[in-house]
T-cell receptor, first 112, second 113 residues
Framework: GQQLNQSPQSMFIQEGEDVSMNCTSSSIFNTWLWYKQDPGEGPVLLIALYKAGELTSNGRLTAQFGITRKDSFLNISASIPSDVGIYFCAGQLGDNFNKFYFGSGTKLNVKP | KAGVTQTPRYLIKTRGQQVTLSCSPISGHRSVSWYQQTPGQGLQFLFEYFSETQRNKGNFPGRFSGRQFSNSRSEMNVSTLELGDSALYLC????????????FGPGTRLTVT
């Protein structure tokens, strides 16, 4: 199956710092989604990207659809303790079907 | 608008048994996808249903099956449970009108003993 390489695997940062994570693949994707998952819960959609080069913000979160369509980036500015969780990227290959491939996740820890 | 709901939230079964999990999508959403999440394999796609038809399928054995009803509610079934089937099973729904944002339910935690 398709592989999405998500990095870093985990991060330990101080409250107030900015965070960056990314997903890369050898395949071209049509859609990128970014999710956050808390323990024991389902992933919550943060940002959806549909066009190469697209830059979208949701509060302190900003995500970009890479121009090669093979990667995507998520930035979190001025992190706070409630940002703790696992962040996943998901990419869609086809145009007509809801089949997404997920990265392995970035576990974010924020020290108050 | 109510979110995606899944029942039950927790389930304990014995090897060899079968199990049925249920998912109710967001009102108006017609596509329902199922995923298995484990610490070792991450989130893996099981299958997707649209208008009561399976439209996509992942690489899981035939013991995993599903269906969708006319009201878009979906069920997945796992027969002859194995220890390795212990996982969080997640359901996601989407509008499927060239907007493929998927919204997840809280999941069903299945433990096979």
């Amino acid at each position: 199956g398709q592989q999405l390489n998500q990095s870093p695997q985990s991060m330990f940062i101080q409250e107030g710092e900015d965070v960056s994570m990314n997903c890369t693949s050898s395949s071209i994707f049509n859609t990128w989604l970014w999710y956050k998952q808390d323990p024991g819960e389902g992933p919550v959609l943060l940002i959806a990207l549909y066009k190469a080069g697209e830059l979208t913000s949701n509060g302190r979160l900003t995500a970009q659809f890479g121009i090669t369509r093979k990667d995507s980036f998520l930035n979190i500015s001025a992190s706070i303790p409630s940002d703790v969780g696992i962040y996943f990227c998901a990419g869609q290959l086809g145009d007509n079907f809801n089949k997404f491939y997920f990265g392995s996740g970035t576990k974010l820890n924020v020290k108050p | 608008k109510a979110g995606v709901t899944q029942t039950p939230r927790y389930l304990i079964k014995t090897r060899g048994q079968q199990v049925t999990l249920s998912c109710s999508p967001i009102s108006g959403h017609r596509s329902v996808s199922w995923y298995q999440q484990t610490p070792g394999q991450g989130l893996q796609f099981l299958f997707e249903y649209f208008s009561e038809t399976q439209r996509n399928k992942g690489n899981f054995p035939g013991r995993f099956s599903g269906r969708q009803f006319s009201n878009s509610r979906s069920e997945m079934n796992v027969s002859t449970l194995e220890l390795g089937d212990s996982a969080l099973y997640l359901c996601a729904s989407s509008l499927d009108r060239r907007q493929y944002e998927q919204y997840f339910g809280p999941g069903t935690r299945l433990t096979v003993t």
